[in-house]
């Protein structure tokens, strides 16, 4: 089955810098890679996603890129915010089952 | 308003004794899921269904039970809860499943300890 491996899993960033979190895939059918946001206490919340026919796709400070022959996507935030603090989950899905990765812990030093 | 509602957000229980988690969500959406959050193991999933009456196993399914007879509707089953299941629960919709479906959207998650 598909499995999801995601780096770092603790990651902090001077405020104002960027921070990029990788994530690796295995199962070549998986054809959509969304990122969740997952603040203190809450519910995880869809930041952005990609679709396995585009290879990068940016919304505001966010962007992701997607390499399919290597298996590899990434997110990329840039002027990092004291808000950008939280646990950040990539995912692989195809048309029934979506797997997680384990969460990179983000932290935003003032 | 369109959400995921869950219940109930705190239970303390005992091991054995049968617990129902109720999840419902109000958007008419066909894909639903049971979530289990663990530190350091991130989100697994135990069981997904892809309309009314078709359920499939997630990647941690032992102990759990679900049922899908109404579209809105999709709880969470443990018949005999041992500490191991102790854990934030999160059930989520999409509209449909993968890449169709784009968004799911999460309840609040339920926090269960089993003593």
């Known amino acids: 089955g598909e499995n999801v491996e995601q780096h770092p899993s603790t990651l902090s960033v001077q405020e104002g810098d960027s921070a990029v979190i990788k994530c690796t895939y295995s199962?070549?059918?998986?054809?959509?890679f969304p990122w969740y946001k997952q603040e203190l206490g809450k519910r995880p919340q869809l930041i952005i996603d990609i679709r396995s026919n585009v290879g990068e796709k940016k919304d505001q400070r966010i962007a992701v890129t997607l390499n399919k022959t290597a298996k590899h996507f990434s997110l990329h935030i840039t002027e990092t915010q004291p808000e950008d603090s939280a646990v950040y989950f990539c995912?692989?899905?195809?048309?029934?089952?979506?797997?997680f990765g384990k969460g990179t812990r983000l932290h935003i030093l003032p | 308003e369109a959400q995921v509602t869950q219940n109930p957000r705190y239970l303390i229980t005992v091991t054995g004794k049968k617990l129902t988690v109720t999840c419902s969500q109000n958007?008419?959406?066909?894909?639903m899921s049971w979530y289990r959050q663990d530190p350091g193991l991130g989100l697994r999933q135990i069981y997904y269904s892809m309309n009314v009456e078709v359920t499939d196993k997630g990647d941690v399914p032992e102990g759990y039970k679900v049922s899908r007879k109404e579209k809105r509707n999709f709880p969470l089953i443990l018949e005999s809860p041992s500490p191991n299941q102790t854990s934030l629960y999160f059930c989520?919709?999409?509209?449909?499943?993968?890449?169709?479906?784009?968004?799911?959207?999460f309840g609040e998650g339920s926090r269960l300890t089993v003593l």
């Open positions: 199962d070549s059918a998986s054809n959509y």
């Open positions: 995912a692989a899905s195809r048309d029934d089952k979506i797997i």
């Open positions: 958007m008419n959406h066909e894909y």
């Open positions: 989520a919709s999409s509209l449909r499943a993968g890449v169709v479906g784009g968004e799911l959207f």
